[in-house]
């Protein structure tokens, strides 16, 4: 009885502390911020007086708190894009706040002591992210929990795959390939750029495999794309640079079939003609196509063709059911081809070393500053932006999802010549 009165005292006042701070606990961070803002040189000195960044407006959500501040002249956003893990070791201090929803998640009917210990642990351990934006107002948003490290693959449907999960809907965002065609993937290596296109492709394959075609070029060796060399879907696959341009040639030459067919029919794009097909041209590690590399002149004139291919691509695909998807891991200067990075409305950016490197792919810096987790990335459409863990997806689910497709190409051409021949014995008759 005496231990269930002073357990109910006890938790009455943690409880009461608890409401107490919770209510104060946006101000805290806002002024936190404020302050972090103050001591790391953000504020602008102007004769006399001292210009800071204003707080303007705050919301809290389920993920946590997001602040809208004024900034001052003289500043801007990329200042405080320089300063975000200062922001971030500023508010992961030692000492947390046990809030109201933490305590409604004990179990009252067992060992009470045990689950205020694992509690308190997990406070402690916890800790907050922030992404920055900007739209006219500075945007700070802070995260109650981190965005997970490891999302497990779920195909999407129809022309969506899944992208990854984010830290705010903490669900899948799915990039739709019949909204924005074309796709730019740029990242270090062993981050998850190759992880994402087998993602990519074995969604596509579980959704659409009646109707989707794959040109594949692998210039890693075959490494990545080689399980996909014998399945249905794949109409021409290359691992060095002069099949790279065989089979960019049989994409170009495909498009332009679709295209005199379009003009017959009248119709402006492949949706409006009713045509089912996408053909996707997937080229890991374009950076080998860099004709400003070549050691010989044919090797240079070699990997221009291949470049002015992936440029027509780029520019006439889209209505004609092309899309095209290019990555690699040396964003420096003009190594995706600029037709492309402009034609490339959605884009997804992995850790890089550099801000430079960052600004090749995106545009913008910040792909720099990710952390060294594997398979987080930055989303870019036209309109968006946004921090999210792309899914991983194992050996095994590869092979499972491709496995009812594979088809013995050699048997077929075997086939195919045997109707050849027997038509050359046939006689035809027709009704006069």
Request: aromatic share 8%.
């Amino acid at each position: 009885m005496l231990f269930e009165i002073l357990t109910t005292g006890l938790m009455g006042g943690i409880a009461l502390k608890a409401f107490s701070k919770s209510r104060g606990l946006s101000s805290n961070d806002s002024g936190k911020i404020q302050r972090i803002m103050s001591l790391s040189g953000l504020n602008v000195k102007d004769g006399k007086d001292t210009l800071t960044t204003q707080l303007v407006k705050k919301k809290q959500y389920k993920w946590g708190w997001e602040y809208k501040y004024r900034i001052p002249l003289g500043r801007s956003f990329s200042d405080y894009e320089a300063k975000l893990k200062v922001f971030e070791d500023g508010l992961n201090i030692r000492k947390k706040n046990i809030s109201l929803s933490d305590l409604r998640q004990l179990d009252f009917n067992k060992e009470l002591l045990l689950q205020l210990q694992q509690l308190w642990k997990t406070k402690l351990t916890e800790q907050k992210e922030i992404e920055l934006s900007y739209d006219g107002l500075l945007i700070v948003r802070v995260y109650d929990k981190p965005l997970s490290r490891e999302v497990a693959f779920t195909p999407g449907e129809s022309w969506r795959v899944p992208v990854g999960v984010t830290r705010a809907m903490n669900e899948f965002k799915y990039h739709d390939f019949e909204m924005v065609p074309h796709v730019t993937l740029g990242g270090a290596t062993r981050y998850g750029k190759s992880n994402f296109i087998n993602s990519m492709i074995c969604s596509l394959i579980d959704s659409q495999s009646d109707h989707v075609h794959l040109y594949l070029i692998d210039l890693k060796g075959g490494v990545e794309l080689c399980d996909y060399e014998n399945i249905k879907q794949t109409i021409s696959i290359a691992y060095e640079p002069h099949e790279a341009l065989h089979t960019l040639q049989m994409a170009y030459d495909k498009m332009r079939d679709i295209q005199r067919e379009l003009k017959r029919l009248g119709k402006k794009n492949v949706q409006q003609a009713g045509i089912k097909e996408r053909y996707f041209v997937v080229i890991d590690e374009v950076g080998e196509l860099n004709a400003s590399e070549a050691v010989t002149r044919e090797e240079k004139l070699l990997k221009q063709e291949c470049q002015t291919i992936m440029s027509q691509i780029a520019r006439l695909g889209a209505g004609l059911g092309f899309r095209l998807v290019v990555a690699t891991q040396y964003p420096v200067g003009d190594v995706i081809p600029r037709q492309v990075k402009q034609n490339s409305d959605s884009k997804l950016c992995f850790r890089v070393q550099s801000a430079v490197a960052s600004r090749v792919v995106l545009d913008a810096e910040g792909a720099e500053s990710l952390p060294m987790i594997k398979g987080r990335a930055i989303y870019q459409t036209a309109d968006k932006r946004e921090i999210l863990q792309t899914p991983l997806i194992t050996p095994q689910i590869i092979h499972d999802t491709i496995q009812p497709h594979i088809i013995d190409r050699k048997g077929e051409r075997v086939a195919e010549t045997a109707i050849i021949e027997r038509r050359e014995h046939t006689v035809t008759f027709e009704e006069v």
